[in-house]
């Protein structure tokens, strides 16, 4: 018996080393190549998802295992877990490693090993062995018990960190803050009359902010691509600091449901219910009952995710990126040992933002809203200069989105980025699980830049509003060329000039579309005067804008 338990003990040891190899291969395209070929062949015999992934996990690292003792026997003439248990080979130095080689190959037929038990509980030389020509002997004592006890140890805490090992990235964790961004101060000698209300369906937010008083304005522009032979539209906003003259742009970069990252973590977790019971409960609802409505007023600024979901979703995702070797067994103690549903989550969202620069990661509320936000530095390929960038994802909504906002890396940069935060983004409130939140109004005093961010690229306006939205947009882009002649601010000159080029390429874009070919989406006057203004603003024409 005692040899027995000795063999299985360094076969579990061995097994475990296999463990930390298979995560590390997870981190190579061809490895996952292969896993996903043998996951789709229990599928194909009619295994569940989820079993097919246990057993394509447990095939692999059964052969890594026997790979493992296969070329440790070549080189010790035994497994390394059998060397430290006090497993010895009696054969001679040259036959010990070859007939070892041998003995672990025929490890690979599995009934062998199985009925290779019965000769161990009588004492007598395996299957295996007789096969090979080999024998092997227990010469454990004390002080091979000892080292084996401090092995295991040591073997089963890298086993269990491994996942940490895929890709190598954030291999120490983050410590992850938490923080708010702070509102201007508004106390009984605010003049409210320079307040106004900031609402945008493209962003899913509302701001009422003073920014209109400050040095900050905002130019509307949208950012072309193709993509899959498709022309695709993003509108974005870009801040401009005229007394800097510096600026920066918020974008909405993508759009992407936080329920994936929930699965995730239960598919690689089986004790996932136990320690996040309410996301449990999100995942077996019907998909639509979290999914985007209609607004309606009475709805306020409410979230779908009732408050104990928000919270687990929070220490899910904290608990990802905080998850390294150094604390691993508090890790254990609090979410429990298996832990690559983590590593799953931690990697996917990195995926949604530049991974080839590492970032700093926190928390942060913005308005009513507690956001996972990315921070990161690096150099624009364009003209070689610093940007920073923040990209902030909800974490209380499944309908989350990626919204980045990006400027320089210089002082002046840094104060316009915090005037911008503190007058709007900390005064804002987020609709993530709402369409059709902000209707537009005839009324131009309730325009602003988001207005065409938002309506510019609409072809279903009807005359009445379409006729408003360009009287309003050219006077906008009229009045900040004005001001840029007048400041002589290159910086945002080049801007408008870049946004107008834009506005003027949607106009031909939705004219080329447009089914009624009798009908103009924009009026020919506009048309004529947004060239104009594009014109005088490359030319410097400071008599077009009346300016001397």
């Known amino acids: 018996m005692k040899v027995l338990i000795n063999r299985l003990i360094a076969w579990f040891l061995d097994f475990l080393i296999s463990i930390v190899f298979f995560n590390y291969l997870l981190s190579f395209d061809v490895f996952v190549g292969i896993r996903e070929e043998i996951i789709q062949k229990f599928i194909d015999l009619s295994f569940s998802e989820t079993n097919s992934n246990i057993f394509s996990n447990i095939c ?31 054969d001679g130095l040259l036959w010990s490693r070859i007939g070892g080689g041998l003995r672990c190959f025929l490890e690979l037929l599995i009934p062998m090993s199985l009925v290779d038990v019965a000769f161990l509980l009588r004492g007598q030389k395996t299957l295996k062995e007789t096969i090979s020509g080999t024998v092997l002997i227990d010469k454990s004592n004390l002080f091979f018990r000892l080292a084996t006890v401090a092995y295991t140890l040591f073997i089963l805490f890298f086993a269990i960190g491994s996942p940490l090992l895929q890709n190598m990235t954030f291999v120490d964790g983050v410590n992850i803050a938490f923080s708010k961004v702070k509102l201007e101060k508004i106390d009984n000698r605010t003049d409210f009359s320079k307040f106004k209300h900031y609402p945008s369906e493209s962003f899913k937010m509302s701001s009422f902010s003073s920014i209109k008083d400050s040095h900050l304005i905002f130019i509307p522009s949208f950012e072309i691509t193709r993509e899959k032979n498709k022309k695709r539209i993003r509108p974005y906003l870009v801040i401009h600091d005229v007394e800097r003259q510096v600026q920066g742009d918020l974008k909405l970069q993508r759009r992407f449901s936080l329920l994936k990252v929930i699965q995730i973590a239960s598919k690689y977790d089986p004790l996932f219910d136990f320690y996040y019971p309410e996301l449990s409960k999100v995942m077996k609802r019907p998909v639509d009952y979290y999914s985007i409505k209609k607004y309606d007023s009475s709805f306020g600024d409410n979230k779908l995710l009732n408050p104990i979901a928000r919270k687990e979703i929070q220490e899910l995702i904290q608990a990802s990126f905080e998850l390294s070797f150094k604390n691993l067994g508090h890790s254990i103690a609090k979410n429990g040992p298996f832990i690559s549903g983590h590593i799953k989550v931690r990697n996917l969202l990195l995926s949604l933002v530049d991974s080839t620069v590492a970032p700093t990661v926190d928390l942060v509320k913005l308005g009513n809203y507690n956001f996972l936000r990315f921070k990161q530095s690096f150099e624009d390929i364009n003209d070689g200069k610093r940007n920073y960038r923040e990209s902030y994802i909800p974490i209380e909504t499944l309908n989350s989105s990626v919204i980045t906002m ?47 961010l938002d309506h510019f690229s609409d072809n279903s306006l009807d005359a009445a509003t379409r006729e408003a939205l360009e009287k309003y947009t050219f006077t906008y882009f009229y009045d900040l060329s004005a001001s840029s002649m007048k400041e002589e601010d290159e910086t945002l000159r080049n801007s408008l000039i870049a946004s107008i080029n834009r506005l003027i390429l949607l106009n031909n874009y939705a004219r080329v579309k447009s089914k009624d070919k ?27 804008f009346e300016v001397k």
């Open 406 to 452: 990006e400027w320089g890396t210089g002082m002046k940069e840094a104060l316009a980025r915090k005037d911008f935060k503190s007058k709007f983004l900390g005064a804002s409130k987020w609709f993530f699980d709402y369409s059709s939140v902000f209707k537009i109004s005839l009324d131009e005093d309730k325009f602003s830049a988001f207005t065409v």
């Open 60 to 90: 692999l690292i059964y052969l890594l295992t026997t790979s493992l003792r296969f070329y440790s026997c070549l080189i010790l003439g035994r497994s390394l877990s059998q060397m430290v248990v006090g497993i010895k080979a009696r």
């Open 518 to 544: 009798s009908k103009e989406v924009f009026s020919v006057k506009f048309s004529r005067l947004m060239s104009n203004l594009k014109n005088a603003l490359k030319t410097k024409n400071k008599n077009f």
